[in-house]
């Protein structure tokens, strides 16, 4: 029946997606609606609609632009997504605070032959004058969470070994030491791994899915459905707030009904892309954080950085909170783009 509603939505949005064809069952390429994709090629189509197990996802390999087929119809036609929604969902047991993020549950282990993190060393048992070590120090990570966090001398290589041909041989010359940040789902087992650099190295995050239809979400083995959630942009961030989980740089898909959240993007005023992503979450009826005039840092890392409590954040977060008409005239005078 899913199948059956994911084809029918498709062929509804077809017309607003150019140079649409379909390659083969349950593949079907356009050119990506996010980035316009090539400027100077109008026949260039490097967006794809693609099936994993019995879901529709969608991905430009332009922009890297990644969705479930909800998210990416909603993206192309907000009133299609709504009747995509009822249709899709009709029937099906309500999501419960128990099973939210049921979703997240790893079969991993039947997938892979190594465990992910084997032959990587925690850095609570990494000396503190370690060049890597210093790094997390500088930070000022809690140290609790070295335990979960994890250093690869040669990320290429590691990432080899869980996806093979990842990385060829033109990139060997560029192999370089990372900061590996797992994600855990909410058994506790790892579904993504995150390679920060710790110089100049680019690009300064590189995030590998070792399952494909999980969103890319941090610190699901630490979050409480009780409690009001917090979501950051980054892992870094969502370690010094309690209740937090991090987005990694994709949109999150909430349940309808999951409301007591609260969005906490970076301090960019001059960001487009954030900037429009702050309207879309008021247009979505989530309470966001917009930082005031006085904080001059850029995320949570660098108030950390800067002297401030992790109390003291959590106190400039609660007092800074908005939703609805009072978020719109907020971020109007916050955005200067």
């Given at each position: 029946?899913?199948?059956?509603?994911?084809?029918?939505?498709?062929?509804?949005?077809?017309?607003?997606?150019?140079?649409?064809?379909?390659?083969k069952d349950y593949l079907f390429n356009f050119r990506c609606p996010v980035c316009g994709d090539s400027k100077k090629s109008k026949t260039k189509a490097r967006a794809y609609l693609y099936r994993v197990k019995n879901d529709m996802f969608f991905k430009c390999h332009n922009c890297s632009a990644s969705h479930n087929l909800a998210n990416f119809i909603k993206v192309v036609d907000r009133?299609?997504?709504?009747?995509?929604?009822?249709?899709?969902?009709?029937?099906?047991?309500?999501?419960?605070?128990?099973?939210?993020?049921?979703?997240?549950?790893?079969?991993?282990?039947?997938?892979?032959?190594?465990?992910?993190?084997?032959?990587?060393?925690?850095?609570?048992?990494?000396?503190?004058?370690?060049?890597?070590?210093?790094?997390?120090?500088?930070?000022?990570?809690?140290?609790?969470?070295?335990?979960?966090?994890?250093?690869?001398?040669?990320?290429?290589?590691?990432?080899?070994?869980?996806?093979?041909?990842?990385?060829?041989?033109?990139?060997?010359?560029?192999?370089?030491?990372?900061?590996?940040?797992?994600?855990?789902?909410?058994?506790?087992?790892?579904?993504?791994?995150?390679?920060?650099?710790f110089g100049k190295e680019q690009p300064k995050y590189i995030t590998l899915k070792l399952y494909e239809n999980k969103q890319k979400i941090f610190g699901l083995d630490r979050i409480n459905l009780?409690?009001?959630?917090?979501?950051?942009?980054?892992?870094?961030?969502?370690?010094?707030?309690?209740?937090?989980?991090?987005?990694?740089?994709?949109?999150?898909?909430?349940?309808?009904?999951?409301?007591?959240?609260?969005?906490?993007?970076?301090?960019?005023?001059?960001?487009?892309?954030?900037?429009?992503?702050?309207?879309?979450?008021?247009?979505?009826?989530?309470?966001?954080?917009?930082?005031?005039?006085?904080?001059?840092?850029?995320?949570?890392?660098?108030?950390?950085?800067?002297?401030?409590?992790?109390?003291?954040?959590?106190?400039?977060?609660?007092?800074?909170?908005?939703?609805?008409?009072?978020?719109?005239?907020?971020?109007?005078?916050?955005?200067?783009?």
């Open positions: 029946m899913s199948s059956y509603v994911d084809l029918d939505y498709i062929s509804k949005i077809q017309p607003r997606l150019q140079q649409f064809k379909r390659k009133k299609i997504y709504d009747q995509y929604i009822l249709e899709r969902y009709k029937g099906n047991k309500p999501i419960s605070e128990d099973n939210l993020f049921d979703r997240f549950k790893s079969d991993i282990k039947k997938k892979l032959n190594i465990t992910p993190l084997q032959g990587l060393k925690s850095f609570d048992k990494i000396d503190n004058v370690h060049p890597a070590k210093k790094y997390l120090l500088k930070r000022r990570i809690p140290e609790e969470y070295f335990s979960k966090l994890y250093l690869s001398n040669k990320f290429q290589a590691f990432v080899n070994k869980l996806k093979p041909g990842t990385f060829g041989e033109e990139t060997e010359k560029y192999e370089h030491p990372r900061l590996i940040i797992p994600f855990y789902d909410v058994d506790g087992e790892v579904f993504a791994i995150q390679g920060r650099a009780h409690k009001t959630i917090y979501i950051v942009e980054g892992p870094i961030d969502s370690l010094f707030i309690d209740n937090c989980i991090a987005a990694a740089g994709a949109d999150i898909q909430l349940p309808g009904d999951q409301k007591d959240v609260v969005f906490v993007f970076d301090n960019e005023p001059r960001n487009k892309e954030i900037i429009k992503r702050m309207y879309k979450v008021i247009d979505d009826n989530y309470k966001l954080v917009i930082w005031p005039d006085d904080i001059k840092e850029k995320d949570i890392n660098e108030l950390i950085m800067n002297d401030k409590t992790k109390t003291q954040v959590q106190n400039i977060i609660f007092d800074n909170t908005y939703s609805g008409l009072s978020a719109l005239t907020k971020l109007n005078s916050y955005k200067r783009c």
